[in-house]
């Protein structure tokens, strides 16, 4: 008999999927229950990821057969320390998104708040399905489910927006068509579409030119869905004209969830002793110090705030990809293996969300898009702002911020692993970071307002408040204080067992 | 009152700002809530800090690490004899410095208090911070806050000049911020610890002689606060901020911050002896002593009350570093003791230059002409701070620069103390101008109160007083007395390995 | 030459499967036209589909239809699963082709037009900071 712990997996994905449905149908009779039903929904599943993760830790992986098929026939849900953590964090900020998107979504798509939600769902369903499953295949799916219903999601706004989705459904779909060449490659050599199948059958067949080139298209594919430089064209417009949340959901998750299919391929399919034998993570490496740097310049370039959070997402996956690129080099605990990649897509889920569900405040409150028109916001919504310069601080790298931790740990894993030419990389960036982060906060807390020369008596008088709804700042200030606190976490290396746990997962890292 | 345990001192001299700073926020609509909070805080600190000084003097190290960051490093605290003895100069001044800034806001009616407090607290904490780390991770975490939280006070005005100021300085001092933190990955990757070991941690055995050079350049440019040559510029553009900034902060706390973190590289990283193999001390010397003449000749260049301050500040903390760099005990000597006086001295010096603003409106010396008829008890303040500059007795500076010239003398080189000696003369030179003038210059134009057109008197007495203490303070420390022999015997710790 | 055909003709389910593919990329990138764009996507994806039912068939193979006389026969039968897979993938193929259509219908809506370049123009007329 499963325990009740055990039979979670497959519920996170199937209340998901039964809620988009539930809320569509309800949503003929009643528009306001769309919100309720979708936040218990998220609420509840939010809980069972940390139950799994919980079991996850202490009594050892589960591993799910759908229908009772026994695997490799059957499609098996495997949950490890890897996929429970970052189920935790991608259902934490569906959480978070969704309690802001209440207020947020009658200001942005007025009268869509069903299909909104419907569909907003369905992104969660495919992105739960991404990381709980074992099966390749499986995962292709899921991986279309997700965009799909991201594109919908991205549209919704109308004009600009629509180029926006086209151009990321055309590259998605090529991206989704490598992965799948992947998996038929793989499939023609091993006849298999299990991971942990893949993972025994592999082995002996590492020389083999098939399994080489399917390697490749799933690099190429899943490149293309993280917005890895070169191939992040697409993520700027994008992730800049969605809907706050969907925008924060984005960046924050989404290209995150990306680069875990990318671990799960690379580690779990393939195996670190594989990757060893190919200079493919240096190029990684290379490829992600080109994003950080070039992600930063353009970013510096934009005068729209969520076009420049956007770059500054491209930046980040450099972080995160070249953490990834040094994890097989990389083996002294703490900073070994996975454990800066795990731990920067936490980091970045918590401040780039945070940073666009400001800049989303920003337009729910005044339609505020440009920077340059952001004299006096300090005064305005000051907690929005404080908010904003918390996520700031951090991204910039100043302690005891998560940024700092991920700059830190990356720092010490490329000296350790020899490849002394990202330590500037890194250090620059944070120096690129300031640029384009002090330029709004400067905006935001200095710049006096126009037409008031005396700031000395009328900019305390003349500008009242005008703060955003509890419901838009909560969560808001929920992952600006995260972002400390978190940063504070790592640094006493309280969360470090559970990484630990994910190296020992794929056999890296180790030295204690 | 009750007891707290010895370990968590530190913690509870760090939470005194830090809880402050929070109060600050939620008071903000209650001015005098407000700066009760501020000088009680600034209260408590002071007599914690006094508190591990008794245990500290008795060879004690108070030691307190809370949580491993990585194998090796702690993030935690390790008070000795230096490190308290620039906790103990900060956390002193806050005290005065808050009864004056009290005096100083209100009577300018500056706007946006809140945010000043709540960032004066906030930079208290990362300098005291710094004083007391056990390492320097711990360090670069109350550095960088230090940074971050003064930039809001130098920017404080808004004006187009201000913001480009508080553009310099972030530029400059956060860029210097990646370089230390480079430093200190690479010191960690060579010594596997950071902690600051009496004697060095690092050694020729492990690295080779040009890497440890190259860190060493790699520490200096990190701690750019100390505002040596040629990276001083954001130092003067930074005497934009109220004048209880300039004197606590950018004479004391931020820029000390830097100097005492040289200090700290020189005898707790590198130690004395593995930098008189590698010869950097003579390296380190000459380049603070071009700073000392440098900067006073620019000084002198000054028409500005704060700017000249600033050069001299330039010029006073080239001594510390350079007292250092002689890697001599009574170098090191006199140079450890510059700090807390210094502070003392421009600290009187910048809070009489508020003083002579708020009661006159007047910044530019060519002005004050008279000034000290009007203002006796600033302007005596002053010639004390000024003397003590120009390190002549009675003031304390005297005691300072002498250890300082016996220190040359130890290490034997007649230029180096010819540096000094030229340097204190050109201190001599800019700075009794503006004695003179306020005592015997054009008393018609000079005693008129700029803005309000009438003969000007003292300022308000919550300005007047903290000024007078200080002063009087800078002569108490030049004689014999408990707390002159305290201080004393933090030195003889501090410089005993 | 024979070595040549042999090697090309041997494996000509390949051959036509990369033929299709590079057909379906030129026009998702040349195209200017979004619906042809479209449609290349769709060549392209239906190439991969191609690629993995020929995986699964068995020369001389009948459908994968098990019942008592095939086994009692000894009939060889094709893979089953590739079909399967490829079911499902074409059903994602639909939705992404459905979703890209009613995309570009909105985009007609707003632009008046479906050809990409001028879409691009009217989008500058509004100049570069525009925000919706």
């Known amino acids: 008999m499963l325990s009740f712990v055990e039979h979670l997996p497959v519920l996170v994905v199937v209340i998901s999927l039964l809620s988009a449905i539930t809320i569509f149908i309800t949503g003929w009779i009643?528009?306001?229950?769309?919100?309720?039903?979708?936040?218990?929904?998220?609420?509840?599943?939010?809980?069972?990821?940390?139950?799994?993760?919980?079991?996850?830790?202490?009594?050892?992986?589960?591993?799910?057969?759908?229908?009772?098929?026994?695997?490799?026939?059957?499609?098996?849900?495997?949950?490890?320390?890897?996929?429970?953590?970052?189920?935790?964090?991608?259902?934490?900020?569906g959480l978070v998104c969704v309690i802001y998107s209440k207020r947020n979504i009658d200001h942005e798509l007025p009268d869509k708040g069903v299909s909104f939600y419907t569909v907003y769902q369905l992104l969660i369903t495919g992105l739960c399905g991404i990381t709980v499953t074992g099966d390749i295949f499986n995962m292709y799916v899921f991986i279309e489910i997700t965009s799909l219903s991201a594109y919908a999601l991205i549209a919704s706004r109308g004009k600009i927006a629509l180029k926006a989705s086209f151009t990321y459904?055309?590259?998605?779909?090529?991206?989704?068509?490598?992965?799948?060449?992947?998996?038929?490659?793989?499939y023609s050599v091993t006849g298999s579409l299990n991971i942990h199948d893949l993972s025994l059958l592999l082995p002996p067949l590492y020389g083999n030119r098939v399994v080489l080139a399917a390697f490749v298209f799933f690099i190429v594919g899943l490149s293309i869905k993280m917005a890895l430089f070169p191939l992040h064209t697409w993520l700027p417009d994008a992730h800049a004209f969605a809907p706050a949340e969907i925008s924060a959901m984005l960046s924050g998750i989404i290209i995150e969830i990306s680069t875990y299919a990318f671990i799960r391929v690379a580690f779990s399919v393939f195996t670190a002793r594989f990757l060893q034998s190919l200079p493919v993570f240096d190029i990684l490496c290379w490829l992600a110090a080109a994003a950080i740097i070039i992600g930063s310049v353009l970013a510096i370039s934009q005068t729209?705030?969520?076009?420049?959070?956007?770059?500054?997402?491209?930046?980040?996956?450099?972080?995160?990809?070249?953490?990834?690129?040094?994890?097989?080099?990389?083996?002294?605990?703490?900073?070994?293996?996975?454990?800066?990649?795990?731990?920067?897509?936490?980091?970045?889920?918590?401040?780039?969300?945070?940073?666009?569900?400001?800049?989303?405040?920003?337009?729910?409150?005044?339609?505020?898009?440009?920077?340059?028109?952001?004299?006096?916001?300090?005064?305005?919504?000051?907690?929005?702002?404080?908010?904003?310069?918390?996520?700031?601080?951090?991204?910039?790298?100043?302690?005891?911020?998560?940024?700092?931790?991920?700059?830190?740990?990356?720092?010490?894993?490329?000296?350790?692993?020899?490849?002394?030419?990202?330590?500037?990389?890194?250090?620059?960036?944070?120096?690129?970071?300031l640029i384009y982060f002090w330029r709004v906060i400067e905006t935001m807390y200095m710049k006096r307002v126009e037409g008031k020369d005396s700031a000395h008596t009328s900019h305390e008088l003349h500008l009242q408040k005008e703060e955003i709804p509890l419901g838009m700042l909560a969560p808001i200030w929920v992952l600006a204080s995260l972002c400390v606190i978190m940063g504070i976490l790592w640094l006493a290396n309280i969360p470090i067992p559970l990484l630990n746990q994910i190296n020992s997962t794929f056999g890296l890292g180790g030295i204690r | 009152m009750m007891e707290i345990p010895e370990t968590l001192k530190p913690l509870f001299a760090l939470g005194c700002p830090a809880l402050a700073a929070i109060l600050i926020l939620v008071f903000g609509r209650r001015p005098n809530l407000r700066e009760g909070v501020t000088l009680l805080a600034s209260l408590s600190q002071f007599s914690i800090i006094l508190s591990m000084a008794s245990r500290v003097v008795s060879g004690v190290k108070i030691q307190s690490y809370l949580f491993p960051i990585v194998p090796g490093?702690?993030?935690?605290?390790?008070?000795?004899?230096?490190?308290?003895?620039?906790?103990?100069?900060?956390?002193?001044?806050?005290?005065?410095?808050?009864?004056?800034?009290?005096?100083?806001?209100?009577?300018?009616?500056?706007?946006?208090?809140?945010?000043?407090?709540?960032?004066?607290?906030?930079?208290?904490?990362?300098?005291?911070g710094v004083a007391l780390s056990g390492n320097l991770?711990?360090?670069?975490?109350?550095?960088?806050?230090?940074?971050?939280?003064?930039?809001?006070?130098?920017?404080?005005?808004?004006?187009?000049?201000?913001?480009?100021?508080?553009?310099?300085?972030?530029?400059?001092?956060?860029?210097?911020?990646?370089?230390?933190?480079?430093?200190?990955?690479?010191?960690?990757?060579?010594?596997?610890?950071?902690?600051?070991?009496?004697?060095?941690?690092?050694?020729?055995?492990?690295?080779?002689?040009?890497?440890?050079?190259?860190?060493?350049?790699?520490?200096?440019?990190?701690?750019?606060?100390?505002?040596?040559?040629?990276?001083?510029?954001?130092?003067?553009?930074?005497?934009?901020?109220?004048?209880?900034?300039?004197?606590?902060?950018?004479?004391?706390?931020?820029?000390?911050?830097?100097?005492?973190?040289?200090?700290?590289?020189?005898?707790?990283?590198?130690?004395?002896?593995?930098?008189?193999?590698?010869?950097?001390?003579?390296?380190?010397?000459?380049?603070?002593g071009v700073t000392m003449i440098v900067a006073s000749l620019f000084a002198i260049a000054q028409d500005n009350l704060k700017r000249r301050l600033a050069y001299s500040t330039i010029s006073q903390l080239s001594y510390i570093v350079f007292g250092v760099a002689l890697l001599s005990p009574m170098g090191i000597t006199g140079a450890i003791l510059h700090i807390p006086f210094h502070g003392f001295m421009k600290i009187t010096l910048f809070l009489c230059a508020g003083s002579i603003l708020v009661a006159s409106g007047k910044k530019n010396i060519s002005e004050m002409g008279g000034i000290g008829h009007s203002m006796p008890i600033t302007m005596l303040a002053f010639t004390v701070g000024a003397l003590g500059m120009c390190g002549l007795p009675p003031a304390c500076g005297f005691v300072s620069k002498w250890f300082l010239g016996l220190g040359t003398v130890e290490a034997d080189s007649l230029l180096f103390l010819a540096v000094l000696l030229i340097s204190s003369l050109l201190d001599v030179v800019y700075f009794f101008p503006i004695v003179y003038i306020a005592f015997?210059?054009?008393?018609?134009?000079?005693?008129?109160?700029?803005?309000?057109?009438?003969?000007?008197?003292?300022?308000?007495?919550?300005?007047?007083?903290?000024?007078?203490?200080t002063a009087l303070f800078s002569i108490i420390f030049s004689f014999p007395n408990p707390i002159t022999s305290m201080l004393f015997d933090l030195v003889r710790l501090a410089i005993s390995h | 030459m024979e070595w040549f055909i042999a090697k090309i003709f041997a494996k000509y389910n390949y051959w036509i499967f990369i033929i299709l593919m590079m057909i379906g990329f030129y026009g998702i990138v040349a195209k200017d036209n979004l619906i042809k764009k479209i449609i290349g996507l769709n060549i392209f994806q239906t190439a991969i589909f191609l690629y993995f039912i020929s995986l699964g068939a068995v020369r001389g193979g009948t459908a994968p239809i098990v019942d008592e006389e095939i086994i009692r026969k000894g009939y060889v039968y094709a893979n089953p699963l590739p079909h399967v897979l490829i079911l499902t993938a074409i059903v994602v193929s639909v939705a992404t082709t459905a979703v890209a259509l009613s995309l570009v219908i909105r985009m007609n809506q707003e632009y008046g037009t479906i050809e990409e370049s001028e879409i691009i123009q009217k989008l500058g007329e509004g100049g570069m900071t525009r925000t919706d």
Not at chain 1, 39 to 51: D, G, K, P, R, V
Not at chain 1, 351 to 367: E, P, S, T, W
Not at chain 2, 203 to 220: C, D, E, G, H
């Open chain 1, 30 to 93: 009643n528009k306001k229950t769309a919100w309720y039903i979708s936040t218990a929904t998220l609420l509840s599943q939010f809980i069972s990821s940390i139950f799994i993760l919980h079991h996850v830790m202490t009594v050892g992986p589960i591993r799910y057969r759908l229908g009772g098929w026994v695997p490799p026939w059957g499609i098996e849900y495997v949950m490890d320390a890897l996929n429970a953590y970052v189920l935790v964090i991608l259902l934490f900020l």
């Open chain 1, 169 to 186: 459904l055309v590259l998605g779909s090529i991206g989704a068509c490598f992965f799948l060449l992947g998996i038929g490659f793989l």
């Open chain 1, 304 to 433: 729209n705030l969520k076009r420049m959070l956007a770059y500054s997402s491209v930046a980040n996956m450099g972080y995160i990809v070249l953490a990834l690129g040094l994890s097989i080099s990389a083996r002294k605990a703490p900073w070994g293996g996975l454990n800066p990649s795990m731990m920067h897509i936490l980091n970045h889920a918590l401040m780039k969300g945070c940073l666009f569900l400001v800049a989303g405040a920003f337009i729910y409150k005044a339609d505020l898009w440009e920077i340059r028109d952001f004299r006096g916001l300090g005064r305005r919504m000051p907690y929005t702002c404080a908010a904003f310069v918390i996520a700031a601080l951090s991204m910039i790298g100043i302690p005891p911020s998560v940024g700092f931790v991920s700059k830190l740990y990356i720092i010490l894993a490329s000296i350790e692993a020899k490849k002394f030419f990202f330590v500037p990389v890194l250090l620059l960036s944070s120096l690129l970071n």
């Open chain 2, 73 to 128: 490093i702690s993030f935690g605290f390790r008070v000795d004899a230096f490190g308290l003895l620039f906790a103990l100069t900060a956390s002193s001044l806050w005290i005065l410095v808050s009864i004056y800034s009290i005096g100083y806001m209100r009577a300018l009616k500056e706007h946006a208090q809140t945010r000043f407090y709540f960032c004066f607290a906030l930079a208290i904490l990362g300098a005291v």
């Open chain 2, 137 to 288: 991770v711990t360090m670069y975490i109350f550095y960088e806050i230090l940074t971050i939280s003064t930039y809001p006070l130098v920017a404080h005005e808004q004006s187009q000049e201000a913001i480009f100021a508080g553009r310099k300085y972030l530029a400059y001092l956060l860029t210097s911020g990646v370089f230390l933190l480079a430093a200190i990955v690479f010191t960690y990757a060579t010594a596997q610890t950071t902690d600051f070991n009496p004697g060095g941690i690092l050694s020729l055995t492990s690295s080779s002689r040009s890497t440890l050079i190259t860190l060493f350049i790699l520490f200096i440019l990190g701690f750019m606060k100390a505002a040596y040559m040629p990276f001083h510029s954001w130092l003067p553009a930074a005497m934009v901020a109220p004048t209880p900034v300039s004197a606590l902060l950018h004479a004391v706390a931020v820029v000390k911050a830097g100097v005492f973190g040289i200090v700290r590289t020189v005898a707790y990283i590198y130690g004395i002896d593995l930098m008189r193999e590698l010869g950097l001390g003579i390296l380190l010397a000459s380049f603070a």
């Open chain 2, 440 to 469: 015997f210059g054009d008393r018609e134009r000079g005693t008129l109160n700029l803005s309000e057109g009438r003969m000007m008197k003292e300022a308000p007495l919550s300005m007047v007083i903290p000024l007078s203490i």
